[in-house]
Nanobody, 115 residues
Framework: QVQLVESGGGLVQAGGSLRLSCVAS????????AAWHRQAPGKQRELVAS???????NYVDSVRGRSTISRDDAKNTVYLQMTDLKPEDTAIYYC?????????WGQGTQVTVSS
């Protein structure tokens, strides 16, 4: 069983930055694919970014160039650095870890961007 705890969300003005963290426990995640998803009010949950075991990142078009996903396997932690935040980035952000055939979700962290 993997437990994920996200942190780093908050209220920020447009143009600001945040770094989200996701700390995993219960299993070493160094061989897992990790990702960040988000869900805005009234919208479907969407994949924001993913990172491979080797550190290769993929991004949804709306955040590409403004966000960086990274991992520190020694700390069992995944990060999402977001810059130039926009009001449309407002959402609950969730971390996921894929282990074998299971996907584990965190409880989410709220990001609110004011205009």
């Amino acid at each position: 069983q993997v437990q994920l705890v996200e942190s780093g969300g908050g209220l920020v003005q447009a143009g600001g930055s945040l770094r989200l963290s996701c700390v995993a426990s219960g299993r070493y995640i160094g061989t897992a694919i990790a990702a960040w998803h988000r869900q805005a009010p009234g919208k479907q949950r969407e994949l924001v970014a993913s990172i491979s075991r080797t550190g290769y990142g993929n991004y949804v078009d709306s955040v590409r160039g403004r966000s960086t996903i990274s991992r520190d396997d020694a700390k069992n932690t995944v990060y999402l650095q977001m810059t130039d935040l926009k009001p449309e980035d407002t959402a609950i952000y969730y971390c996921t870890i894929g282990v074998l055939s299971s996907i584990y979700w965190g409880q989410g962290t709220q990001v609110t961007v004011s205009s």
